[in-house]
């Protein structure tokens, strides 16, 4: 295999915008992702430490990018504090991308885990779908992307749930997921997020009959197909994914939303 074109990228950090309650939307110039797809990600290094993958939150035709992130570890850690004019390093980007057509779309989504659907509600309204999108967090300080969802579906077409009751409608974004689906009949549902609540919003489609697509995340090494890291069951994330539809998702329903393998690859609750 040929892994000349896989060297890392080093861009200069434009400005950090400080989106929640620890969340911040590091924003880059990249060309080579100018032509990126919702649902693609990039591996992000943070100068002294790894490389980590990370969905495009945002993209455009002349490579203005962005990642949104939480510090889960040491490099996000810093990542999430970046300063103009600070150094990271960009590859990508990879992955098969949400599918996007006309239909009528659930986005269900939590946490950084927006980041991805963001890009996908926009790319979906440009080509005709009609889209609802659930947005949830633990509490009102921990919404994201409230505004910028308003303005792409429509105020009405946007609901918010809060664990704490904070905000929105108590309970997580799937609680609504079920009564939505039919209300506005729902042809295919969109998620990413804690996967325990991906899980669950595959439920609530496989029992409606209709088409489904999340973004998954595992521990991911080379994003290449080689170490073999971001297994679910047969498949590899960085190669088969990181979106995968619930056909592809139905022969793994023994890992997902409920084990996935650590760095060493050992299986561990997810």
Do not use: H
Not at 67 to 82: F, M, Q
Not at 126 to 139: L, T, Y
Not at 246 to 270: C, I, N, P
């Amino acid at each position: 295999m040929d892994i000349s074109s896989e060297r890392i990228r080093i861009r200069k950090v434009l400005k950090n915008v400080r989106e929640a309650r620890g969340i911040s939307t590091v924003f880059f110039n990249d060309p080579e992702c100018a032509g990126a797809e919702p649902g693609q990600f990039v591996m992000v290094w943070e100068p002294g430490y790894d490389e980590f993958p990370m969905s495009l939150s945002a993209y455009d035709s002349k490579g203005l990018c962005a990642v949104t992130v939480k510090p889960w570890g040491p490099g996000s850690g810093e990542l999430v504090n970046a300063k103009r004019g600070d150094v990271i390093g960009i590859r990508g980007p990879y992955g098969r991308p949400y599918t996007v057509d006309r239909c009528s779309a659930l986005l269900i989504g939590g946490g950084t885990g927006l980041a991805p659907l963001l890009p996908l509600a926009k790319a979906l309204v440009k080509a005709g779908s009609r889209v609802s999108a659930v947005i949830g967090g633990r509490s009102k300080i921990d919404i994201l992307f409230e505004k910028q969802f308003k303005r792409i579906v429509k105020r009405s077409n946007l609901f918010i749930t809060t664990d704490d009751g904070s905000y929105g409608r108590q309970g997580f974004p799937t609680d609504l997921a079920e009564e939505l689906v039919g209300s506005r009949r729902i042809t295919r549902v969109y998620t990413c997020g804690p996967e325990i609540m991906m899980r669950k919003a595959y439920d609530v489609a496989a029992k409606a009959g209709v088409e489904y697509e999340a973004s998954l995340e595992r521990s991911m090494k080379c994003a290449i197909g080689i170490c073999g890291s971001c297994s679910i069951g047969r498949l590899l994330l960085c190669r088969d994914g990181a979106v995968l539809d619930g056909t592809a998702l139905r022969a793994s329903l023994d890992e997902f939303g409920l084990l996935q393998r650590d760095a060493s690859g050992r299986y561990v609750k997810v």
